[in-house]
């Protein structure tokens, strides 16, 4: 059984040693037979920096390599190409200009080059201009370009990005010279999580070819259903003795799990990192989503006042790109990977969590962040509690735990700008119980806050502060948010709630069925 090459993104490495490569090189061979300038938008830890270490160890005409991969006899390994390469997730960006610098003298060394120009942008010209002209045509590859911005991104709560915007304006000079070094590249490959707008590699660069969501290349990274099944069997098998658990179950509880990937909303794809780390360890844990689930997310939420964004309609100009100084929270989930294409009508895109392990680290993530005392939230029964109480309809017990939960709430957010924060923690709280609820549910009149179905009943939820029960009440009524269940042969109950902040406590609750 060969090992799993957890974490490894070196292409030499894994082939050289006894570790499982997927064999990617059909896409490799398309990208590299081009002399062309590609970009690749993947969120964190799904193969990106393989691939350009793939292409690297090709155009080095490392031939023993590839023995075996379906390039092997189609690719002619005498012509090689010098390679630079820069990896901005290895630098360190809170000094950017220096770490480029440092690089770029680094590849100067290996290919005996003399550099004699002052600054990033002329040192980095120069560069491509001596290699080339000693070596022949450079092939560049450029892996997480954006990482210098959205590693700053996080550290700011208040939306004025100063590291980030200050990086960003370097890497505008860096990307500024590919432009004019065209005659001296052979191919030029950049990758990133993100497409920022402002950045001159995307507005300065027309002859860049963005294969982000394209359909040749849905999965260039990540793994298939049908690539699991072959490179991974015997480490499923090993798992279906671990776990008791026949192949077929095992399977299907993969694909809930950790598959569901997409860029094109048919083929589905496993992030490489967090099944690695389920064949190693052989259960079903939060891998991929615990590694570097950025703050900055709930920070966007918390000031665009957005917390339900499953079943999100979007166009796809929306989602391509966005812009520093004004983040589209949808963007920025779909292009980190928290939110992927369940659906496309031209156009128009459904975007959802793509499975099991991001919906739930998802909720729970949002309900450390917006709760006090989130340890409550998972202890002493408070969710198991809740799930009886709506799938029992036992009402009294539903009031108590909602009580409960919102009188944690410190007395300084109870301003009507903060009631998104009271709904977002009690939608991660029902949606986290694993039944059905959408909050802020559009209908043709209007929207609830929110609405929980069980097999049964369907609760429409509308909270007031400070205000009545009997008017929210009165405008479940009014809206008819009730219409859309009509045909769900389910009994559909309305809950007028109203919290009064003095005493922090519901103190009146309205029920009526619809």
């Given at each position: 059984m060969k090992n799993l090459p957890i974490g490894i993104q070196t292409f030499e490495r894994i082939r050289s040693g006894n570790y499982i490569y997927v064999d990617k090189t059909e896409f490799v061979y398309e990208v590299a037979q081009n002399s062309a300038s590609y970009f690749l938008s993947r969120p964190r830890r799904f193969g990106k920096s393989l691939?350009?270490?793939?292409?690297?160890?090709?155009?080095?005409?490392?031939?023993?390599?590839?023995?075996?991969?379906?390039?092997?006899?189609?690719?002619?390994f005498s012509k090689v190409h010098p390679v630079i390469h820069f990896s901005f997730d290895k630098m360190d960006n809170k000094i950017l200009e220096e770490s480029i610098s440092s690089v770029i003298n680094t590849h100067a060394l290996n290919f005996e080059v003399s550099l004699i120009e002052n600054g990033v942008k002329n040192r980095f010209q120069e560069l491509l201009v001596k290699v080339s002209a000693k070596h022949g045509e450079v092939v560049l590859l450029i892996d997480e370009y954006d990482k210098p911005i959205i590693e700053?991104?996080?550290?700011?709560?208040?939306?004025?990005?100063?590291?980030?915007?200050?990086?960003?304006?370097?890497?505008?000079?860096?990307?500024?010279?590919?432009?004019?070094?065209?005659?001296?590249?052979?191919?030029?490959?950049?990758?990133?999580?993100?497409?920022?707008?402002?950045?001159?590699?995307?507005?300065?660069?027309?002859?860049?070819?963005?294969?982000s969501l394209n359909e040749r290349f849905a999965n260039i990274v990540g793994y298939t259903q049908s690539e699991v099944e072959y490179y991974f069997e015997a480490h499923i098998q090993s798992v279906e003795q671990k776990l008791k658990m026949s192949h077929q179950d095992l399977l299907a509880k993969m694909k809930i799990w950790y598959n569901g990937f997409s860029w094109n909303a048919e083929t589905t794809l496993y992030n490489p990192f967090g099944l690695?780390?389920?064949f190693s360890?052989?259960?079903?844990?939060?891998?991929?989503?615990?590694?570097?689930?950025?703050?900055?997310?709930l920070n966007q939420m918390k000031i665009q006042n957005i917390y339900d964004v499953e079943n999100t309609r979007i166009d796809i100009e929306s989602i391509e790109s966005y812009d520093i100084n004004n983040l589209n929270l949808i963007s920025l989930l779909f292009q980190t990977g928290y939110l992927t294409i369940k659906e496309m009508d031209g156009r128009k895109l459904l975007l959802d969590y793509p499975n099991q392990e991001v919906r739930e680290s998802m909720y729970r993530f949002m309900i450390d962040g917006l709760a006090p005392n989130?340890?409550?939230?998972?202890?002493?029964?408070?969710?198991?509690?809740?799930?009886?109480?709506?799938?029992?309809?036992?009402?009294?017990?539903?009031?108590?735990?909602?009580?409960?939960?919102?009188?944690?709430?410190?007395?300084?957010?109870?301003?009507?700008?903060?009631?998104?924060l009271y709904h977002g923690l009690l939608h991660f709280m029902f949606s986290l119980l694993g039944v059905y609820i959408k909050s802020e549910v559009h209908s043709s009149r209007g929207r609830a806050d929110s609405v929980v179905e069980t097999a049964t009943h369907v609760y429409i939820f509308e909270f007031k502060f400070n205000k009545a029960a009997a008017e929210a009440m009165q405008q479940i009524k009014d809206k008819n948010y009730a219409s859309k269940y009509e045909n769900s042969g389910k009994i559909t109950v309305g809950i007028g709630v109203n919290f009064k902040t003095a005493d922090k406590e519901i103190n009146e609750w309205e029920v009526e069925n619809l």
């Open positions: 691939f350009l270490n793939t292409l690297k160890s090709l155009f080095q005409g490392k031939k023993d390599l590839f023995e075996g991969l379906w390039i092997a006899d189609k690719w002619d700053f991104l996080e550290f700011e709560e208040s939306g004025i990005y100063t590291k980030a915007i200050e990086n960003q304006k370097i890497m505008k000079q860096f990307y500024s010279v590919l432009k004019a070094s065209e005659e001296h590249l052979r191919l030029t490959f950049i990758t990133g999580v993100s497409k920022f707008t402002k950045v001159s590699v995307f507005s300065d660069l027309n002859h860049l070819q963005d294969i690695l780390n389920f360890n052989k259960d079903f844990r939060n891998y991929w989503f615990s590694t570097g689930t950025p703050t900055f997310l989130p340890q409550r939230i998972y202890t002493i029964g408070t969710i198991e509690d809740l799930k009886k109480a709506f799938l029992t309809a036992d009402l009294a017990t539903v009031r108590s735990i909602i009580s409960s939960l919102l009188s944690d709430l410190p007395y300084e957010v109870y301003d009507k700008k903060s009631e998104g």
